[in-house]
């Protein structure tokens, strides 16, 4: 019974990997030469996310600035995170809104041209919202990977998207599954943007 439970998650990620391959693969093409653009004009790349989502957003960066399965010379990206909400020092007795603390880096770090990955697994998520608006407002791009039931519909974060914006949106209601295809996305996207700076290889390295 364990055992058939076990086989059983397997099977539902490769379902739902083949499920989304087809709907994926343009905006994950988008989100590439988003980066490359972005980063071949001397701008950065910004990730941040909640939870989960935020080891996903660091785990991006680091394929950026060290290697993904080439070597390459390192590309500039900069995980965001919510320490800024509880700093180890009282600041005069001021609080900082949680929701607010990826927004506020991303008002610090942020350029024009600039590039905002936002990971979230969730329809909506108040942080991911704020750190949305904030790029807007310092004329940057934003990839967002979202999740959720219905994520293929205009969802609270998706509906926030310009046109210049893209959306890698996971349709599935367990966290587990969304996670799992968001590090897909990200692999597909650190090797897309590999092929694009480096050009094709055979086998990684």
Same mark, same amino acid.
């Given at each position: 019974?364990? +055992?058939?439970? =076990?086989?059983?998650? *397997? *099977?539902?990620?490769?379902?739902?990997?083949?499920?989304?391959?087809?709907?994926?693969?343009?905006? =994950?093409?988008?989100?590439?030469? !988003?980066? /490359?653009?972005? @980063?071949?004009?001397?701008?950065?790349?910004? !990730?941040?996310?909640?939870g989960g989502s935020q080891w996903l957003a660091q785990w @991006?960066?680091?394929?950026?600035? $060290?290697? *993904? +399965?080439?070597?390459?010379?390192?590309?500039?990206?900069?995980? $965001?995170?919510?320490?800024?909400? #509880?700093?180890? *020092?009282?600041?005069?007795?001021? +609080? %900082?809104?949680?929701? @607010?603390?990826?927004?506020?880096?991303?008002?610090?770090?942020?350029?024009?041209?600039?590039?905002? %990955?936002?990971?979230?697994?969730?329809?909506?998520?108040?942080? /991911?919202? !704020?750190? =949305?608006?904030?790029?807007?407002?310092?004329?940057?791009? /934003? %990839?967002?990977?979202?999740?959720?039931?219905?994520? #293929? +519909? &205009?969802?609270a974060l998706a509906s926030l998207l310009g046109e210049t914006?893209?959306?890698?949106? %996971?349709?599935?209601?367990?966290?587990?599954?969304?996670?799992?295809?968001?590090?897909?996305?990200?692999?597909?996207?650190?090797?897309? =943007?590999?092929?694009?700076?480096?050009?094709? &290889?055979?086998?990684?390295?």
């Amino acid at each position: 019974m364990l +055992e058939a439970r =076990i086989q059983q998650q *397997f *099977f539902e990620s490769a379902d739902l990997s083949y499920q989304v391959a087809d709907n994926l693969a343009r905006p =994950i093409a988008d989100a590439a030469q !988003a980066a /490359v653009g972005c @980063l071949t004009a001397g701008g950065k790349l910004l !990730a941040c996310g909640q939870g989960g989502s935020q080891w996903l957003a660091q785990w @991006l960066c680091s394929a950026l600035m $060290l290697r *993904f +399965e080439r070597e390459r010379p390192p590309l500039a990206a900069l995980a $965001l995170g919510p320490s800024l909400a #509880q700093p180890v *020092f009282p600041l005069g007795g001021a +609080e %900082v809104d949680a929701s @607010l603390a990826l927004a506020l880096q991303v008002r610090a770090l942020g350029q024009p041209g600039d590039l905002l %990955v936002a990971c979230c697994a969730l329809a909506d998520d108040a942080a /991911v919202r !704020a750190a =949305i608006h904030e790029a807007h407002a310092k004329d940057m791009s /934003v %990839v967002l990977l979202g999740g959720g039931a219905g994520a #293929q +519909e &205009a969802g609270a974060l998706a509906s926030l998207l310009g046109e210049t914006d893209v959306c890698i949106a %996971v349709p599935h209601e367990r966290l587990a599954r969304v996670h799992e295809l968001h590090l897909l996305a990200l692999h597909a996207l650190c090797d897309a =943007i590999d092929i694009q700076l480096l050009g094709d &290889a055979d086998d990684p390295v």
